[in-house]
């Protein structure tokens, strides 16, 4: 077994952000961490510490052409993936695939604020979109 | 601002919790911490834990008519709810209901594995449903 840390963040996809900030404050004391523009991925992401566990990402679409726009049209703002942390993401990978596991991404690729990341597929996760994630210290 | 210890666990709702176990185990090495059949909440719960971090409650119901039964029939399988520890419930909802946020549950209840707990409605969060819960140890 690759070693794994358990979650690293939960991510919730949302129409404003500044709008979600504001709630998460209020409903959990949860401050903003760090946040990014990434235009190739057409999200606007802020991650919200909360406590000393993972941290809340919140996602809201550049433009309704991008993924999380398409999310939000089909399913409207809620939960959108769950992210555990992984110490050899690509042998994890590897190992998934071997056992027969449905991926999205068969192998690491950029992901937000750094990361290397994948995701398995609903389908494999009993409805929950899975992201495993290698933080960069441990690239 | 009321003490908030971030993020307690999330819950999946499933409809085999073996299979579930099984799966979580293989994708994020995840073990069975502990486990509950509660007849008055229509619940068979299994918390596991995956690295330090919080728990993965996977929830299958005991029968249809039941409130994971229902939310089955209604999304399917997937996230139920993002639980978040607080250190003085009582206090904390006081305080959201005095904003005005949207509470299902007005008062702390008996949820399971002895904590208490509260359900916050998903208009007043974005989407997901959120579970505010002072384990037993801080009551």
């Keep these: ?29 949860a401050t903003v961490d760090h946040e990014a523009v990434v235009d190739e991925q057409g999200v606007h992401a802020v991650a919200l510490r909360a406590g000393d ?19 939000l049209a089909k399913r409207g703002e809620g939960m959108h993936h769950v992210a555990y942390e992984v110490d050899d993401l690509r042998a994890h990978l590897e190992r998934l695939r071997a056992e027969g596991v449905e991926l999205i991404d068969a192998e690491p690729r950029n992901g937000l604020f750094g990361m290397q990341v994948a995701f398995i597929h609903p ?8 992201e495993l994630v290698q933080p960069k210290e441990h690239a």
Excluded at 8 to 29: F, K, P, Q, S, W
Excluded at 123 to 130: Q, R, T
């Design 53 to 71: 566990g993972p941290l809340i990402e919140l996602l809201a679409p550049t433009g309704d052409d991008t993924p999380v726009g398409r999310f």
């Design 123 to 130: 389908e494999a996760a009993f409805g929950c979109l899975v």
């Design 1 to 29: 077994m690759t070693g794994t840390r358990g979650i690293h963040h939960i991510g919730v996809a949302v129409h404003d952000v500044a709008a979600a900030v504001e709630r998460y404050a209020l409903l959990v004391g």
